[in-house]
C-alpha cells in the first residue's frame, strides 16, 4: 500500500469488515448493507490540531457517510475529519 499521510486534524481509517449475509444466510446486495462505522486508526495528521489524541492502532467509532473514502489493495479507507471520530472503543 502507498503510503497515506493525512493533513491537519484529520486520520486515516481502515474499515472494519461487515457481514454481507443476515443471520438466516441470505446474502444481502451492497446497495441493502449498513455502511460500517467502526475502523481502526491507520495514520494520524497533526497531532497539535486535534483536540482528542488519537493514535494509530486506536479502534474508533465515526459518523455514519462521513469522510473520502479510499480503495486501496482491496482494503476500503477513509480519511475523516477528527470531529467526525464519535468515540473510541476500549477493550
Given at each position: 500500500?502507498?503510503?497515506?499521510?493525512?493533513?491537519?486534524?484529520?486520520?486515516?481509517?481502515?474499515?472494519?469488515?461487515?457481514?454481507?449475509?443476515?443471520?438466516?444466510?441470505?446474502?444481502?446486495?451492497?446497495?441493502?448493507?449498513?455502511?460500517?462505522?467502526?475502523?481502526?486508526v491507520e495514520a494520524v495528521g497533526n497531532v497539535e490540531e486535534m483536540l482528542v489524541k488519537l493514535k494509530v492502532g486506536d479502534r474508533i467509532l465515526f459518523a455514519k457517510y462521513s469522510g473520502v473514502e479510499i480503495k486501496e489493495d482491496g482494503q476500503t479507507y477513509l480519511v475523516l475529519n477528527e470531529d467526525d471520530?464519535?468515540?473510541?472503543?476500549l477493550d
Open positions: 500500500m502507498r503510503k497515506i499521510e493525512p493533513l491537519g486534524n484529520r486520520v486515516l481509517v481502515k474499515v472494519a469488515e461487515h457481514e454481507n449475509t443476515t443471520a438466516s444466510g441470505l446474502v444481502l446486495p451492497e446497495t441493502a448493507q449498513e455502511k460500517p462505522q467502526e475502523g481502526i471520530v464519535i468515540a473510541r472503543v
